[in-house]
């Protein structure tokens, strides 16, 4: 019995006339239905493109290919240009359609900004007018003689204290 691999393999060189069936394998593609469908296939595909370029010269294709390109990226380019054209419109359409207010030039003086730091203190979110107004008033006041931290001189630590300084300013 042959096998429909072996004879798919073959089919190709057969269709393109490098070699023939023998009667065992005719017997064969008569008898098995996949592998005459796919003798129908390779029959049909070998046909393809039968009778193109055999009149004309190389010349008069390499003239309809090129002339075929030049139409493609003629198209090309007038699509590519459509699609800017059509942004740009869709982008005025909303400018206009949008109605804000013409853009004006900023004016050259500059207004006084308040200097600080924004530090988001959930904790102070629950506080009365008057609580929040003492600690404005208290961080007010540790900012006016340029420490905000209440440290003592070097002489005031006993050793232990002295030597963690120490350590971490050495790192």
Do not use: F
């Not at 039968?50 to 030049?70: T, W, Y």
């Not at 139409?71 to 590519?80: D, K, N, P, V």
């Not at 600080?116 to 600690?135: N, R, T, Y």
């Amino acid at each position: 019995m042959i096998e429909c691999t072996r004879l798919s393999d073959q089919m190709p060189a057969v269709g393109l006339g490098r070699t023939d069936w023998t009667e065992e394998e005719i017997r064969h593609l008569t008898d098995c239905e996949s592998c005459r469908a796919e003798w129908e296939l390779v029959q049909a595909g070998s046909t393809i493109g039968k009778g193109i370029g055999e009149d004309s010269g190389r010349a008069e294709m390499v003239q309809a290919v090129m002339l075929r390109l030049a139409a493609h990226r003629t198209t090309r380019r007038r699509s590519a240009w459509s699609v800017a054209a059509l942004a740009t419109a869709a982008g005025v359409a909303a400018l206009i359609w949008s109605g804000s207010a013409p853009i004006r030039p900023r004016s050259p003086v500059k207004t006084p900004q308040v200097a600080g730091l924004l530090i988001p203190l959930p904790e102070l979110d629950s506080l009365p007018a008057a609580e929040l107004d003492s600690v404005l008033q208290t961080m007010d006041e540790s900012g006016a003689d340029g420490s905000g931290l209440d440290t003592p001189d070097l002489g005031e630590l006993n050793t232990d204290e002295l030597e963690t300084v120490l350590d971490y300013w050495e790192g």
